[in-house]
C-alpha cells in the first residue's frame, strides 16, 4: 500500500485564497521531505527539501514567502501556497525519506486556481 | 552538476511492439538510477532502479542498464501492453545527492490495440 499520503489529491481555490497541501508518511518517520512542482507536460521541479525541525531549503527561483513549507514532525510536511494566483495552478507532489527507508513519492495535488 | 536528458515524446506503439526510451546522464560522483512511471492523473510511482555501472533494474517486463561508459540507461520492454500508456521519467539521484532527485522531461507512451 501507499506509504506516502497526499492530501488533498485535487483542489480547486480562488484567486488570493491560500491551500494547505499535506504529505504524511505513514509507517515511517520521514527526516527528509521533498516538494516537487510539475508543469503540464514537463518533468518534476524540485521546489524545495525539508528537514524535521528546520527551515526547508528552497531552490533558486521558488519564493519561500509563497510557498511556505513546514515539517514539524516526522511524519507530516506541509505546503502552503499563499495568496494562490492561476499561474500557480500545477501538480505538487512531495517525496518522503527516512533515515533506512527508500525514497517514497505521494500521489500528488492537482491545484486548479480560479 | 547533474541532469537528465530523456527522449521526446510522445510514442505511439501498437500492442505487442517493442519499446526503448532513451536516457543519458550528467553525474558528479555516482548516482542511483530510476525510472518512474505515472499513470494519468496520478502520482509518480517506482518501475525500477540501477545502483551502481552494470547494474541492470527489471520490473513488469520492463529492463534498463546502468552504462557508465555511455551514461545511459535506456528502458526497454519487448512487448508492449496497452496498459503500459502513461508517462515514463528518466531520474536520478540516491544517497549520493543527498535524495535530491533529477528528472527528465518524460516521455508520453500510448498503446493501441
Known amino acids: 500500500g501507499a506509504v506516502v499520503s497526499q492530501h488533498p489529491s485535487w483542489v480547486i481555490c480562488k484567486s488570493g485564497t491560500s491551500v494547505k497541501i499535506e504529505c504524511r508518511s505513514l509507517?515511517?518517520?520521514?527526516?527528509?521531505m521533498f516538494w516537487y512542482r510539475q508543469f503540464p507536460k514537463q518533468s518534476l521541479m524540485l521546489m524545495a527539501t525539508?528537514?524535521?525541525?528546520?527551515?526547508?531549503?528552497?531552490e533558486q527561483g521558488v519564493e519561500k514567502d509563497k510557498f511556505l513549507i513546514n515539517h514539524a514532525s516526522l511524519t507530516l510536511s506541509t505546503l502552503t501556497v499563499t495568496s494562490a494566483h492561476p499561474e500557480d495552478s500545477s501538480f505538487y507532489i512531495c517525496?518522503?525519506?527516512?533515515?533506512?527507508?527508500?525514497?517514497?513519492f505521494g500521489n500528488g495535488t492537482r491545484l486548479t486556481v480560479t | 552538476g547533474n541532469s537528465v536528458t530523456q527522449m521526446e515524446g510522445p510514442v505511439t506503439l501498437s500492442e505487442e511492439a517493442f519499446l526503448t526510451i532513451n536516457c543519458t546522464y550528467t553525474?558528479?560522483?555516482?548516482?542511483?538510477l530510476f525510472w518512474y512511471v505515472q499513470y494519468p492523473g496520478e502520482g509518480l510511482q517506482l518501475l525500477l532502479k540501477?545502483?551502481?555501472?552494470?547494474d541492470k533494474g527489471s520490473n513488469k517486463g520492463f529492463e534498463a542498464t546502468y552504462r557508465k561508459e555511455t551514461t545511459s540507461f535506456h528502458l526497454e520492454k519487448g512487448s508492449v501492453q496497452v496498459s503500459d500508456s502513461a508517462v515514463y521519467f528518466c531520474?536520478?539521484?540516491?544517497?549520493?545527492?543527498?535524495?535530491?532527485?533529477?528528472f527528465g522531461t518524460g516521455t508520453s507512451l500510448t498503446v493501441i490495440p
Open positions: 540501477a545502483t551502481k555501472a552494470d
Open positions: 525539508s528537514n524535521e525541525g528546520s527551515k526547508a531549503t528552497y
Open positions: 517525496s518522503a525519506q527516512g533515515e533506512v527507508s527508500p525514497l517514497h
Open positions: 531520474a536520478l539521484g540516491g544517497a549520493n545527492t543527498g535524495n535530491q532527485f533529477y
Open positions: 509507517d515511517f518517520q520521514a527526516t527528509t
Open positions: 553525474a558528479t560522483g555516482y548516482p542511483s
